[in-house]
């Protein structure tokens, strides 16, 4: 069965700070993409990051970088200097090249405060 | 990337009535799908929007409820029939987008229905 655990369901931070958000997820497939959404109150969901499996360089978008390790299976979210606005659901998610259906995880509540 | 633009962003529709989400695109894809979120959850898959034949089903989820077309590569709408207050949701339309570097999903602005 392909999953995603996000361990955290809620986190906070103070702002400027930095916060790492955790992911787990299982597949047998070797060919996929791995994802992170932000949801803030306005319910889109925005595309913060993704990551190749195939690739060892971890990907970084600004702010935001991931820690991905694919023997554990495991693809974090590091948020740095952390501002008001990145408050939101972040849910991690990942995609193989077979399927093309996102398997979502249940989400983590980030709560950024001054 | 891609723009998805869905109507309506938001309504509240009376029980046993039945309402049609749009979901358009400003480029051609292959893949469209359209997800449910009920009230603090994650989302759910509804089914994968096929142009030009029938929309491919999750378990859980029947045509008759949830009819969806797809008449071209930049447009597809989702129905919600004979609604009930357990179908209060957000409903979102997302697109795979394959460029050199992979796949990459994205979602539209979402169609938040409340049932009363």
């Known amino acids: 069965a392909q999953t995603v655990t996000q361990s955290q369901p809620e986190m906070s931070v103070q702002e400027a700070e930095t916060v790492t958000l955790s992911c787990t997820y299982d597949?047998?497939?070797?060919?996929?993409?791995l994802f992170w959404y932000k949801q803030p109150p306005s319910r889109q969901m925005i595309l913060v990051i993704r990551q190749e499996a195939y690739k060892q360089q971890n990907a970084t978008e600004n702010r935001f970088s991931v820690n991905f390790q694919k023997a554990a299976k495991s693809f974090s979210l590091k948020i740095s200097d952390s501002q008001l606005g990145d408050t939101a659901m972040y849910f991690c998610?990942?995609?193989?090249?077979?399927?093309?259906?996102?398997?979502f995880g249940t989400g983590t509540r980030l709560q950024v405060f001054p | 990337s891609a723009v998805i633009s869905q109507k309506p962003s938001r309504d509240i529709c009376q029980r046993g009535t039945s309402l049609t989400i749009q979901c358009q695109v400003d480029s051609q894809v292959t893949m469209m799908f359209w997800y449910r979120q009920q009230p603090g959850q994650s989302l759910t898959l509804i089914a994968t929007a096929n142009q030009g034949s029938e929309a491919t089903y999750e378990s859980g989820f029947v045509i008759d409820k949830f009819p969806i077309s797809r008449p071209n590569l930049t447009f597809s709408t989702l129905t919600v029939s004979n609604m009930s207050p357990e179908d209060s949701s957000i409903y979102l339309c997302?697109?795979?987008?394959?460029?050199?570097?992979?796949?990459?999903?994205?979602f539209g602005e979402g169609s938040w229905l409340t049932v009363v």
């Open positions: 997302s697109v795979e987008v394959r460029g050199a570097a992979g796949n990459t999903i994205y």
């Open positions: 597949t047998s497939e070797n060919n996929y993409y």
């Open positions: 998610a990942f995609v193989t090249s077979n399927t093309d259906k996102l398997i």
